[in-house]
Each structure stands twice: as structure tokens, then as C-alpha cells.
């Protein structure tokens, strides 16, 4: 092991790649803005049982994906595996519980240990939103527009199913427990060993299985809108006619439970082809039960959750922002003048571009090379006139302007018409 890499999952946002990850997290947050969601962020690590204690202990994140570990003063930390954890936390015990409700949105960096993969890493970024205190059907309405119109607006949506169940309330997923339990208790011999776990701790979360033998297993399996009472169902119902009210398109799909443990309700999926086994880029679902079991009050919530890796795979590329503009000399008496023009200019609002090193020929092939469209040179000749040339790399075309460091107005309006100029 080389300790010159990145740790294994890990990877640099170059610029190139950086341009395409800001645009999706631009995208997010304007969004989810439209929907009065607004921007916050938790600590990228928290106690332990931050997470331990909602995800529940049965949960992968925490059986195998966690990075935890003991600070020098024996605190047990955990950088954060997702995010809304930690907003909840963050909303106990800012005593946010009094304004609700209280509508956040996020972006950050969330830590799993998982096995590497297209798609999969151990640090990757998350955008997404909490809707905290309502528990009606319109919010969670409202919550899933919001994701559709942010992958909308990076072109993806098309290319998406929404994946929609409900896992009812308490009542309901109590009868769906047992009538699952008793079904998978037949199979126990053939299920994978995780899922034999599961049968112990957790039988609902073998339905999240991805081994394939389990998957065929559950083909037969009762299905979770069969136990929905009749309050459940009710719900169901508000929530999938103002999605189609709206024209969100969805298809019901009854072995869809999130990840974790404290889900209820409504839990949907935005998943794609064009990923491979990687294929969800936006799942989210219903927590009602989350406060409380943090220690908190009960509070209704909903949200999703983006992976910006696996969205930025599929958004077309974008430059990252760099200067139209480029100052440029070769020569030593000018190069005083030169830095202090780049100054005047960027005082001006012009962003430039200032190569310090090398022969002017070699400075602007680099201007070329970098798509600088304006290359404003002064050298020592120009500076004994009090004059520099402006040349416009996209046509060639070359003429003189005045420099007078006590007013560059005059410089500064033709460089602000040969930026405007097609
Ligand atoms: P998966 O089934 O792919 O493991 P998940 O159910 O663990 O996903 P969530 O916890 O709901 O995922 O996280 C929301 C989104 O974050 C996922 O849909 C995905 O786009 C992204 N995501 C989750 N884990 C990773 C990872 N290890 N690397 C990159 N993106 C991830
Ligand atoms: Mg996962």
C-alpha cells in the first residue's frame, strides 16, 4: 500500500469533476428553495449513538459500515453515514422543537465502510431535505415533487422509476411482521447468512436484501399493502392521486423498505438504468418514530436523500468557471505595470488571468490552450506609450487602447465590449 493514494473509496474532486458535483448540488439546493427548504449543516461527526440508537442494531450501516472510533478523550465518534440522524439531533437539542415546522435542506459528505464500486464508495456526498412536523399525506407529496423536480433539472428524471410502498403505521407493520416472519421461517435454511440474522432481529429488513437467492425467495412472500388497516391505506391513496394530480409518475413496488429501521409510511426510490447494480440515486421515506428514539418528542418527519457521485455519472459535463480575460508580458521593465493592471481590473469586476512565468509566445499559446478569449499585453514598448494592445484570440482581431492608471475606464469598456461581442 502506497500512502501517496487516496485511501481505498476515497477520491479528489479535480476542478473538471468539481464543476459537475457543484452543479448538482446547485441544482439540489435550488430546488429544494423553491419549496422553502433552507440550507444547513450538521457536524460531520457525532456520538455514536447518534446513529446506534435510530439505525437500530440490526441495521448494515451499523453492523459493518460504520467508521467509528474513540477520540483522546474516550468520546465514541462516528463520522456520519447519513444525515438525517443528525438533523433530527440537531433540531432536539437546538430546542427547535417549539417553530416546527421546520424544513432543512443539506450537502456534505457521508462515510461508509463498504466495498468499493462503481457507484459505491466510502466517502461520497449527499444532498438532501427533512420536512419536520407535519405528517400528512400532501407533505409527503410535496417532499417527492421536490426530489422529481430537482432531477428534472438536471436532465435525469427522464431516465428514472419512481419506486413507491407503504409500510403503514404501527398497527400495520406489526400484522405485516408476523405474516412475513411466519413465511420466511419455512425458507430459513435456504436464506443468506445475513438474513438469517435479520430473521432474528429484524425480519422487514430482509425485503432490502440484494442476494439473489433471498430475492427469489421473497417473490412469494406476503406483500406489505395486503396488512395496510384501513387509516394506512386511506393515506396511501391521498398520496399517489396528488402525485398523479401533478403528473409524477411512480409504480408501486411492495418489496421497496428503506435501509432503516425507523421508517413508516411512505418510502420511495428514484432509480435509474443507466448505473448498473448502483441504479438509486434518490430514496427517502418516512420517520416518524426517529425523534423519540433519539430522546426527543415525537415529531413527524420525512426526507430524502441524493448520492452526488452516482448523479454527476449521469449529468453532461460543464468547465469549470476560469478567466475569459488574460494580462500578459514578457517583459521585465513592464512587469510592475502589468501586475497592477491585473489588480485595476479585477477591482473592476473583470476576472484575470496572469501567467508570471515564461516567454510571451509561449504565454499565449497557453491563453489559447485554456480558452482565454482576450489577451491584454503590455510590454515595455506599449508602457513608453502609455498604451496596450488588446488582442481577441477568437478572431484574431487586434487594436490599441489607452492605459492611464488614474482612469482605466476607457480600457475596461472595451474589454467589456469584446466579452459581450458574439
Ligand atoms: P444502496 O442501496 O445503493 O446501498 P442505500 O439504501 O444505502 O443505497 P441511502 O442510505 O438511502 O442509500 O442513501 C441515499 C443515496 O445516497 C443512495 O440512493 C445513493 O445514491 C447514495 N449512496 C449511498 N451509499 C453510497 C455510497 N457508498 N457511495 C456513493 N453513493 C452512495
Ligand atoms: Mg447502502
Given at each position: 500500500?502506497?500512502?501517496?493514494?487516496?485511501v481505498r473509496?476515497?477520491?479528489d474532486?479535480?476542478?473538471?469533476?468539481?464543476?459537475?458535483?457543484?452543479?448538482?448540488?446547485n441544482?439540489?439546493?435550488?430546488?429544494?428553495?423553491?419549496?422553502?427548504?433552507?440550507e444547513?449543516?450538521?457536524?460531520?461527526?457525532?456520538?455514536?449513538e447518534?446513529?446506534?440508537?435510530?439505525l437500530?442494531?440490526?441495521?448494515d450501516?451499523?453492523?459493518?459500515?460504520?467508521?467509528s472510533?474513540?477520540d483522546r478523550g474516550?468520546?465514541?465518534l462516528?463520522?456520519r453515514?447519513?444525515?438525517?440522524?443528525?438533523v433530527?439531533?440537531?433540531?432536539?437539542?437546538?430546542g427547535?422543537?417549539?417553530?416546527?415546522?421546520?424544513?432543512?435542506f443539506?450537502?456534505?459528505?457521508?462515510?461508509?465502510?463498504?466495498?468499493?464500486?462503481?457507484?459505491?464508495?466510502?466517502?461520497?456526498?449527499?444532498?438532501?431535505?427533512?420536512?419536520?412536523?407535519?405528517?400528512?399525506?400532501?407533505?409527503d407529496?410535496?417532499?417527492?415533487?421536490?426530489?422529481?423536480?430537482?432531477?428534472?433539472s438536471?436532465?435525469?428524471?427522464?431516465?428514472?422509476?419512481?419506486?413507491?410502498?407503504?409500510?403503514?403505521?404501527?398497527?400495520?407493520?406489526?400484522l405485516y411482521?408476523?405474516?412475513?416472519?411466519?413465511?420466511?421461517k419455512?425458507?430459513?435454511?435456504?436464506?443468506?447468512?445475513?438474513?438469517?440474522?435479520?430473521?432474528?432481529?429484524?425480519?422487514?429488513?430482509?425485503?432490502?436484501?440484494?442476494?439473489?437467492?433471498?430475492?427469489?425467495i421473497?417473490?412469494?412472500?406476503?406483500?406489505?399493502?395486503?396488512?395496510?388497516?384501513?387509516?394506512?391505506?386511506i393515506?396511501?391513496?391521498?398520496?399517489?392521486?396528488a402525485?398523479?394530480?401533478?403528473?409524477?409518475?411512480?409504480?408501486?413496488?411492495?418489496?421497496?423498505?428503506?435501509?432503516?429501521d425507523?421508517?413508516?409510511?411512505?418510502?420511495f426510490?428514484?432509480?435509474?438504468?443507466?448505473?448498473?447494480?448502483?441504479?438509486?440515486?434518490l430514496?427517502g421515506?418516512?420517520?416518524?418514530?426517529?425523534?423519540e428514539?433519539?430522546?426527543?418528542?415525537?415529531?413527524?418527519?420525512?426526507?430524502?436523500?441524493?448520492?452526488?457521485?452516482?448523479?454527476?455519472?449521469?449529468?453532461?459535463?460543464v468547465?469549470?468557471?476560469?478567466p475569459?480575460?488574460?494580462?500578459?508580458?514578457?517583459d521585465?521593465?513592464?512587469?510592475?505595470?502589468?501586475?497592477?493592471?491585473?489588480?485595476?481590473l479585477?477591482?473592476a469586476?473583470?476576472?484575470i488571468?496572469?501567467?508570471?512565468?515564461?516567454?510571451?509566445?509561449k504565454k499565449?499559446?497557453?491563453a489559447?490552450?485554456?480558452?482565454i478569449?482576450?489577451?491584454?499585453?503590455?510590454?515595455?514598448?506599449?508602457?513608453?506609450k502609455?498604451?496596450?494592445?488588446?488582442?481577441?484570440?477568437?478572431?484574431?482581431?487586434?487594436?490599441?487602447i489607452a492605459?492611464?492608471?488614474?482612469?482605466?475606464?476607457?480600457?475596461?469598456?472595451a474589454?467589456?465590449?469584446?466579452?459581450?461581442?458574439?
Amino acid at each position: 500500500m502506497s500512502r501517496l493514494q487516496p485511501v481505498r473509496g476515497t477520491s479528489d474532486l479535480l476542478p473538471e469533476n468539481m464543476a459537475n458535483h457543484n452543479l448538482v448540488i446547485n441544482a439540489a439546493r435550488k430546488a429544494s428553495a423553491c419549496y422553502g427548504f433552507q440550507e444547513m449543516a450538521t457536524p460531520i461527526f457525532e456520538f455514536l449513538e447518534v446513529f446506534s440508537r435510530p439505525l437500530g442494531a440490526s441495521s448494515d450501516i451499523v453492523t459493518k459500515e460504520n467508521y467509528s472510533f474513540e477520540d483522546r478523550g474516550g468520546e465514541m465518534l462516528t463520522l456520519r453515514p447519513e444525515n438525517t440522524a443528525g438533523v433530527v439531533r440537531a433540531m432536539i437539542s437546538g430546542g427547535l422543537t417549539q417553530s416546527l415546522p421546520l424544513k432543512y435542506f443539506y450537502a456534505g459528505p457521508m462515510f461508509r465502510y463498504e466495498r468499493p464500486q462503481k457507484g459505491r464508495m466510502r466517502q461520497f456526498h449527499q444532498v438532501g431535505i427533512e420536512y419536520l412536523g407535519p405528517d400528512d399525506a400532501l407533505s409527503d407529496a410535496e417532499t417527492i415533487a421536490c426530489g422529481a423536480r430537482f432531477l428534472d433539472s438536471i436532465g435525469v428524471l427522464g431516465d428514472c422509476d419512481l419506486h413507491l410502498n407503504s409500510l403503514g403505521d404501527a398497527e400495520s407493520r406489526a400484522l405485516y411482521r408476523d405474516a412475513l416472519l411466519e413465511y420466511l421461517k419455512k425458507f430459513s435454511g435456504d436464506l443468506s447468512d445475513d438474513s438469517k440474522m435479520r430473521l432474528l432481529v429484524n425480519p422487514l429488513r430482509i425485503l432490502d436484501s440484494k442476494d439473489s437467492g433471498d430475492r427469489n425467495i421473497l417473490q412469494n412472500a406476503p406483500k406489505f399493502p395486503d396488512y395496510l388497516n384501513g387509516v394506512s391505506q386511506i393515506r396511501f391513496e391521498n398520496l399517489t392521486s396528488a402525485l398523479d394530480r401533478v403528473g409524477v409518475a411512480w409504480f408501486f413496488n411492495p418489496l421497496l423498505v428503506r435501509g432503516l429501521d425507523y421508517y413508516c409510511h411512505t418510502a420511495f426510490e428514484f432509480v435509474t438504468n443507466s448505473l448498473g447494480a448502483q441504479g438509486t440515486v434518490l430514496g427517502g421515506g418516512r420517520y416518524d418514530g426517529l425523534s423519540e428514539m433519539l430522546g426527543g418528542p415525537p415529531v413527524a418527519g420525512i426526507g430524502w436523500a441524493a448520492g452526488v457521485e452516482r448523479l454527476t455519472m449521469l449529468v453532461e459535463g460543464v468547465l469549470p468557471n476560469s478567466p475569459k480575460v488574460a494580462v500578459v508580458t514578457a517583459d521585465d521593465a513592464a512587469q510592475q505595470a502589468a501586475f497592477h493592471l491585473a489588480e485595476q481590473l479585477r477591482d473592476a469586476g473583470i476576472d484575470i488571468d496572469f501567467p508570471t512565468n515564461g516567454a510571451m509566445r509561449k504565454k499565449l499559446k497557453k491563453a489559447d490552450k485554456a480558452n482565454i478569449h482576450l489577451v491584454i499585453i503590455l510590454g515595455s514598448d506599449e508602457l513608453s506609450k502609455n498604451t496596450v494592445l488588446l488582442r481577441n484570440l477568437s478572431n484574431g482581431s487586434q487594436e490599441e487602447i489607452a492605459l492611464d492608471f488614474a482612469d482605466n475606464g476607457g480600457l475596461v469598456a472595451a474589454i467589456a465590449k469584446s466579452l459581450l461581442a458574439p
